[in-house]
């Protein structure tokens, strides 16, 4: 239950981002949008979000190590798809997502709109889809933990 909970809040961070946070900052302007974003990815390091980050895989594979010597092969083999997707997910946002965001906090405060707009150029449509990629990932593996705890 738990590691289904922790890959429940694991998935919900990064939908929230596609169905709220990102869609809100479209509608920005470029120097808004870079500022908030900035913020959002200093914010976002806290002790809460390296829980969920990293408590939804620890407990998917606490979740597998324990129901592997069980016998059934059932929810072995969705917590496995649980935590490969989970790890896919995790792949995503630390080849792709966190250096995009560094990218992004290293362009600095925007000294004009012209700077504001070239930072969000380079920042946001490779950002999004690749937190559409994580988010799907991260869903999948919160639908094979559930199906695991259904099993």
């Known amino acids: 239950m738990a590691a289904v909970v922790a890959t429940g ?5 990064f939908c929230a981002f596609s169905f709220a946070v990102m869609p809100g900052l479209a509608r920005s302007a470029d120097r ?5 974003m900035q913020r959002i990815n200093t914010a976002i390091l806290n002790p809460v979000f390296a829980a969920v ?8 594979l606490a ?12 929810p072995p083999a969705w917590l496995a798809a649980a935590l490969l997707s989970a790890v896919a997910a ?3 946002t630390l080849g792709l997502n966190v250096p995009l965001n ?19 150029a380079r920042f946001e449509t490779a ?14 593996a919160l639908v094979c933990a559930a199906a695991a705890l259904a099993a």
């Open 102 to 120: 560094n990218a992004l906090g290293a362009a600095g405060r925007p000294a004009d709109d012209a700077a504001a707009q070239a930072a969000r």
């Open 90 to 92: 995790i792949a995503v």
């Open 127 to 140: 950002w999004v889809r690749w937190n559409t990629v994580r988010s799907l990932l991260s869903v999948l």
């Open 53 to 60: 980050f990293a408590g939804a895989p620890v407990l998917l």
């Open 63 to 74: 979740a597998l190590a324990l129901h592997l010597p069980a016998g059934r092969p059932a």
């Open 9 to 13: 809040l694991f998935a919900g961070l």
């Open 32 to 36: 808004t949008f870079v500022e908030a």
